[in-house]
Nanobody, 119 residues
Framework: QVQLVESGGGLVQAGGSLRLSCAASGRTFSSYTMGWFRQAPGKEREFVAR????????SYADSVKDRFTISRDNAKNTMYLQMNTLKPEDTAVYYCAATLAGLSYYPYWGQGTQVTVSS
């Protein structure tokens, strides 16, 4: 299995930027499709973005499209989420997750990192 650790969260003003990182250890990182999810207080966890094993295909939630960019560096066993033009509604705990081809869910999750956007 794979272990995931997020970092890079913090407090930022609206309009600012942050870059989240997700460091992976364990089985071969490049085997996994990776995703970012977030959970705001009182709300359910929601999908943010995903990236295939080789980075060839990415997808985004409509709410973050054109503002967030997901990427990965398989040589460093790390995935990233560049977040620009942040809005107060982006405030949430952000989680990275990993899945394998053929699975319809993400079995591996990090512990989360808090992102707070002030207005």
């Amino acid at each position: 299995q794979v272990q995931l650790v997020e970092s890079g969260g913090g407090l930022v003003q609206a309009g600012g930027s942050l870059r989240l990182s997700c460091a992976a250890s364990g089985r071969t990182f490049s085997s996994y499709t990776m995703g970012w999810f977030r959970q705001a207080p009182g709300k359910e966890r929601e999908f943010v973005a995903r990236i295939t094993w080789n980075g060839a295909i990415t997808s985004y939630a409509d709410s973050v499209k054109d503002r967030f960019t997901i990427s990965r560096d398989n040589a460093k066993n790390t995935m990233y989420l560049q977040m620009n033009t942040l809005k107060p509604e982006d405030t949430a705990v952000y989680y990275c997750a990993a899945t394998l081809a053929g699975l319809s869910y993400y079995p591996y999750w990090g512990q989360g990192t808090q992102v707070t956007v002030s207005s």
